[in-house]
Nanobody, 125 residues
Framework: HLQFVESGGGLVQPGGSLRLSCVGS????????IGWFRQAPGKKREGVSC????????RYADSVKDRFTISRDNAKNTVYLQMNSLKSEDTGVYYC??????????????????WGQGTQVIVSP
């Protein structure tokens, strides 16, 4: 399975923006469905967004639709998550993973139970 390193998190005020990056290692990067997940303090991990290998179709959780944009650059083995109009409820640790499927909504199933270290996003005044 692919392994990922997430980066780009930080502290931002409500209404601000961040761009997260997820670099994957492995020869099959181009063929993988990849998703972003997040885990808020005291809550379960939830799906945020995902896309197919070519990056030409995408899915978003209702809570982030029209604010977040997922994209990928297969030449760089990287998936991005552009987050605009951030809210306090977007606070959490963000992870990426290869997926079994990328359905509408946010019920994404990762291929592996192994997660990277994630990147912390804190949205606070």
């Amino acid at each position: 399975h692919l392994q990922f390193v997430e980066s780009g998190g930080g502290l931002v005020q409500p209404g601000g923006s961040l761009r997260l990056s997820c670099v994957g290692s492995g020869l099959t990067f181009d063929y993988n469905l990849i998703g972003w997940f997040r885990q808020a303090p005291g809550k379960k991990r939830e799906g945020v967004s995902c896309l197919n290998g070519g990056g030409d179709w995408t899915r978003y959780a209702d809570s982030v639709k029209d604010r977040f944009t997922i994209s990928r650059d297969n030449a760089k083995n990287t998936v991005y998550l552009q987050m605009n109009s951030l809210k306090s409820e977007d606070t959490g640790v963000y992870y990426c993973a290869s997926l079994v499927s990328c359905p509408r909504g946010n019920k994404y199933t990762p291929l592996s139970d192994t997660w990277g270290q994630g990147t912390q996003v804190i949205v606070s005044p």
